[in-house]
T-cell receptor, first 116, second 114 residues
Framework: AQSVTQLGSHVSVSEGALVLLRCNYS??????LFWYVQYPNQGLQLLLKYTTGATLVKGINGFEAEFKKSETSFHLTKPSAHMSDAAEYFC??????????????FGKGTTLSVSS | DTEVTQTPKHLVMGMTNKKSLKCEQHMGHRAMYWYKQKAKKPPELMFVYSYEKLSINESVPSRFSPECPNSSLLNLHLHALQPEDSALYLCASSQDEGVVGEAFFGQGTRLTVV
């Protein structure tokens, strides 16, 4: 089974500072990786995804992530944090569940706080 | 239309009640999912439907009963729930179950069992 580990359950940054949220994956096959954001009392919104091809992936709201196979990492970054970025962020991997099919498996999440 | 619509948004039910959660998508997606999310936790997979057939049941108690009447609708029937079943229930859909698929999530149903 594939899995993801998010390092740091809570990250705090100042407005305008760099945002770095860490995600490492464990997979025996090339993984398909995703970052989702969840605002309070809301569903999940896809920020970006990596399937194949370019290892630097750009997403919505100025976020990007780089797939590094040698480090088994897929860290999420944003050059300049905005107050509206405060939310819960989940890294996820598309996992093959036996012969039944696939589904997204999520990391434990990282809460991003942004202060003015 | 890239929306997954879930109803109701909030539900309070007693332990002897029977209720249903509904999920609808009109994106032509052939895979649909139910996730359960407790506070401050990640979503946990419950069920996967592929082409209207149940393909994955993650050892969910029988008091949760999924149903997929057609390719656009997904229901979750609830009966004799326990207070610990209180959570946010998320529905999602994806084009298919292929590993490249991304999932679109609904806003969730906040369930409270009293």
């Amino acid at each position: 089974a594939q899995s993801v580990t998010q390092l740091g359950s809570h990250v705090s940054v100042s407005e305008g500072a760099l945002v770095l949220l860490r995600c490492n994956y464990s997979s025996s096959v090339p993984p398909y990786l995703f970052w989702y954001v969840q605002y309070p009392n809301q569903g999940l919104q896809l920020l970006l995804k990596y399937t194949t091809g370019a290892t630097l992936v750009k997403g919505i709201n100025g976020f990007e992530a780089e797939f590094k196979k040698s480090e088994t990492s897929f860290h999420l970054t944003k050059p300049s944090a905005h107050m509206s970025d405060a939310a819960e962020y989940f890294c996820a991997v598309s996992d093959l569940l036996g012969q039944a099919g696939t589904a997204l498996i999520f990391g434990k999440g990282t809460t991003l706080s942004v202060s003015s | 239309d890239t929306e997954v619509t879930q109803t109701p948004k909030h539900l309070v039910m007693g332990m002897t009640n029977k209720k249903s959660l509904k999920c609808e998508q009109h994106m032509g997606h052939r895979a649909m999912y139910w996730y359960k999310q407790k506070a401050k936790k990640p979503p946990e997979l419950m069920f996967v439907y592929s082409y209207e057939k149940l393909s994955i049941n993650e050892s969910v108690p029988s008091r949760f009963s999924p149903e997929c009447p057609n390719s656009s609708l997904l229901n979750l029937h609830l009966h004799a729930l326990q207070p610990e079943d209180s959570a946010l229930y998320l529905c999602a859909s994806s084009q298919d179950e292929g590993v490249v698929g991304e999932a679109f999530f609904g806003q969730g149903t906040r369930l409270t069992v009293v």
